[in-house]
């Protein structure tokens, strides 16, 4: 059963950023937020995740909601080479817990 | 910094063929997983390790089996290849509660 809910595509102009949305309204108490990206049949690629806490670094920044039902990926400054889909992911602290990936966002920026 | 690497990058094989894809992880990641990604599908998860004992499986096929060796690095095998089984195989790995890190794929083509 998918755990977060994601726009299946938008469009960002170069320069401009990027704000990704994902819904997870049955997020448990345990449970992280993560982000990844895949670019063109590359390998999933790890931006970001997080608690409760926004969280920033070098890639990006991640905004959670108070009540943690949904959360936004921030890419201040989009590229070129940002174009790719977003995977918004929530998986428990359990060590053998997979990484479940449902439909993202294929984000496209545009010069 | 080391990734993880995954071998061969192209496999080409017949039908009933069998195929051995090959993963090694970051050094000191405990956890190891293993996706399947057909042609514009999503990832797929199939199967995980930590530490060197299976800790969860996904959707994989019967004809397929993986093992984690003493060393970390990981092997999946792929017996009575069928023409559906064509798709980019990804491992990726972590170290305990930490993010997952994917390796750039095998991709196998089964004619």
């Known amino acids: 059963d998918a755990k977060t809910t994601q726009p299946p595509s938008m469009d960002c102009a170069e320069g401009r950023a990027a704000n990704l949305p994902c819904n997870h309204s049955t997020i448990s108490g345990n449970e992280y937020v993560y982000w990844y990206r895949q670019i063109h049949s590359q390998g999933p690629q790890y931006i970001i995740h997080g608690l409760k806490n926004n969280e920033t670094n070098e890639m990006a920044s991640l905004i959670i909601t108070e009540d943690r039902k949904s959360s936004t990926l921030i890419l201040p400054h989009a590229t070129l080479r940002d174009t790719a889909v977003y995977y918004c992911i929530v998986r428990g602290d359990n060590y053998g817990q997979n990484f479940v990936f449902g439909p993202g966002t294929r984000l496209s920026v545009l010069p | 910094a080391a990734g993880v690497i995954q071998s061969p990058r192209h496999l080409i094989k017949e039908k009933r063929e069998t195929a051995t894809l090959k993963c090694y992880p970051i050094?000191?990641?405990?956890?190891v997983y293993w996706y399947q990604q057909g042609p514009g599908q999503d990832p797929q998860f199939l199967i995980s390790?930590?530490?060197?004992?299976?800790?969860d499986k996904g959707s994989i096929p019967d004809r397929f089996s993986a093992q984690q060796f003493s060393d970390y690095h990981s092997e999946l095998n792929m017996s009575s290849l069928e023409l559906g089984d064509s798709a980019l195989y990804f491992c990726?790995?972590?170290?305990?509660?930490?993010?997952?890190?994917f390796g750039q794929g095998t991709r196998l083509t089964v004619v």
């Open positions: 050094p000191r990641h405990d956890t």
């Open positions: 990726a790995s972590r170290l305990s509660d930490t993010e997952a890190f």
């Open positions: 390790f930590y530490e060197k004992m299976q800790s």
